[in-house]
């Protein structure tokens, strides 16, 4: 604890105090370490799964949904179409299932010592990003070899994958903070995220979904993000209205916002509960 630093209780009222996450800055650096360590010691490809997961995947997926299916994906190859949209999604779900359940693996630190509990959390999202970006070249020669070439859509890009991280943010802040609670939670991540994924256009568009039910659709934060994510890659006509596409924004506006509240509202119980 820095000299002169003195914790005080939340109080009533809404408190985020994210202010403090930046003054622990460090602690978050090295847990994000610490998991980074861990998942490439002993390894013999090491960084090289973050490549090879996904891979076989999408090779998984075209065979299955692209040849035995038949799923269409317009003027798009299929390993290409399915790949924009399981990169921001394998993202979020990796996010979602390491950050879910740090509090209950980091408890001997809860209990040791006084620091921001969100920062477990939050540090736990930095491996998953990092093999995001190691995986997303791997996309680019997807698109180079199947002569695709991105418009000036692709500048929109990042503000997609910001709308994808704050739904990632929020949806771990509520699953990490029930799971010290409530440890049925931790049996419900794997099924809830493969549900969650198959309520998600990540192996078929948006487009396939009656335009009656798209505005219900569309509530689900990840739709305009993988929708998104094509549009800003592809150049294809996006198959959600304005309004649709702003309720996704809305509903992770909303996952993220009322995650840090109960995150802050339940970390206070967390070292007598874990």
């Known amino acids: 604890m820095d000299d002169g630093y003195v914790v005080t209780p939340a109080g009533k009222g809404i408190h985020l105090n994210l202010a403090e996450l930046w003054r622990y800055r460090r602690v978050m650096y090295f847990l994000a370490w610490r998991d980074v360590k861990v998942k490439y010691k002993q390894t013999f490809v090491g ?13 998984l997926f075209s ?16 390993p290409v179409f399915v790949y924009a949209g399981f990169l921001p ?51 680019i020669l997807m698109m180079l070899f199947f002569g695709i070439t991105p418009g000036w859509q692709v500048i929109s890009l990042p503000l997609f994958l910001i709308l994808g991280l704050a739904a990632a943010v929020g949806a771990s802040l509520w699953i990490s903070s029930l799971y010290v609670r409530f440890r049925d939670v931790g049996q419900l991540i794997p099924f809830l995220l493969q549900l969650w994924m198959y309520a998600s256009p990540v192996v078929y568009s948006t487009s396939l979904v009656p335009a009656d ?62």
Not at 100 to 124: E, W
């Open 47 to 59: 960084v090289g799964w973050s490549l090879l997961n996904p891979l076989l995947t999408i090779l």
């Open 63 to 78: 065979v299955v949904f692209g040849l035995i299916v038949k799923v269409p994906s317009g003027d798009i190859p299929y």
């Open 89 to 139: 999604w394998n993202a979020l779900a990796r996010v979602v299932a390491m950050s879910g359940t740090s509090l209950v693996t980091s408890a001997s630190l809860l209990t040791k010592v006084y620091f921001p509990r969100m920062a477990i959390p939050l540090a736990s999202m930095v491996m998953p990003t990092l093999d995001t970006l190691i995986s997303f070249p791997l996309l």
């Open 213 to 274: 039910w798209r505005w219900l659709y569309a509530l689900n934060p990840m739709v305009p993000v993988l929708e998104g994510f094509r549009w800003g890659l592809f150049g294809t006509p996006l198959p959600l209205t304005g309004p649709q596409m702003l309720e996704g924004v809305i509903t992770a506006a909303l996952l993220l916002f009322t995650g840090l509240v109960y995150f802050r509202r339940a970390e206070d119980a967390f070292a007598d509960v874990v």
